[in-house]
């Protein structure tokens, strides 16, 4: 049971990137998904999150309006479009995976997925 997260890499500040976390070994189809990040000296925050049909989702304060998630369970798979990303995005982006949408935004999820680093620097 996997979750690969990809898609990470150098923007510049205005810019855009989209990650992707592909889930394999089971389907992820029911399951809440999310999207945490970690700065360099800072601790693991929540970034967004969506449920299994895509008809709720949440997002941190600061993301609101820029960053936009949505999944295909078809293909088993989240993305987080990022818009507008500023120098104050830069970090290490995780994905996750929970039945449980409380346990999976505190950070507490069964399944989580290696890291994608996303920087953002002119």
């Known amino acids: 049971v996997q979750l690969q997260a990809s898609g990470g890499g150098l923007v510049q500040p205005g810019g855009s990137l989209r990650l992707s976390c592909a889930g394999s070994g089971r389907t992820f189809n029911y399951y809440v998904m999310g999207w945490f990040r970690q700065a360099p000296g800072k601790e693991r925050e929540f970034v967004a999150a969506?449920?299994?049909?895509?008809?709720?989702?949440y997002y941190l304060d600061s993301v609101k309006g820029r960053f936009t998630i949505s999944r295909d369970n078809a293909k088993n798979t989240m993305y987080l479009q990022m818009n507008n990303l500023k120098p104050e995005d830069t970090a290490v982006y995780y994905c996750?995976?929970?039945?449980?949408?409380?346990?999976?935004?505190?950070?507490?999820?069964?399944?989580w997925g290696q890291g994608t680093l996303v920087t953002v620097s002119s």
């Open positions: 996750a995976a929970d039945l449980n949408r409380e346990l999976l935004t505190t950070g507490r999820s069964d399944y």
């Open positions: 969506i449920n299994w049909s895509g008809g709720w989702t």
